[in-house]
């Protein structure tokens, strides 16, 4: 049994700031990228960040300089430090992760989101 807890949403005013933490938990061996999504009305799934277990990142332009991802690989934990935030980044964000399990599987894993809202 792999979960992935999410928290850290919450209402904020435009230009404020949160911080997300999703801890992946259960029966792992090691857990390879991790990142965060989010869909906003109307459109497809996108990338918001994402890690690899050596600490590459990657970001939607939308969010470039005002969001940082970063992880602890001790405690399977992806964080996602989101400043200047505005209104159109409000939205459901979804943990995602790769992860190894003691068994040798590899398989995907997503947290059930926690709610962002930036209010103007």
């Known amino acids: 049994q792999v979960d992935l807890v999410e928290s850290g949403g919450g209402l904020v005013q435009a230009g404020g700031s949160l911080r997300l933490s999703c801890a992946a938990t259960?029966?792992?061996?090691?857990?390879?990228?991790m990142g965060w999504y989010r869909q906003p009305p109307g459109k497809q799934r996108e990338l918001v960040a994402s890690?690899?277990?050596?600490?590459?990142?990657d970001y939607a332009e939308s969010v470039k300089g005002r969001f940082t991802i970063s992880r602890d690989n001790a405690k399977n934990t992806v964080y996602l430090q989101m400043n200047s935030l505005k209104v159109e980044d409000t939205d459901v964000y979804h943990c995602?992760?790769?992860?190894?399990?003691?068994?040798?599987?590899?398989?995907?894993?997503w947290g059930q989101g926690t709610q962002v809202t930036v209010s103007s």
């Open positions: 890690i690899t277990s050596g600490g590459d990142t």
């Open positions: 995602a992760a790769e992860i190894q399990l003691s068994a040798g599987v590899l398989a995907d894993y």
């Open positions: 259960g029966n792992i061996h090691s857990v390879n990228d």
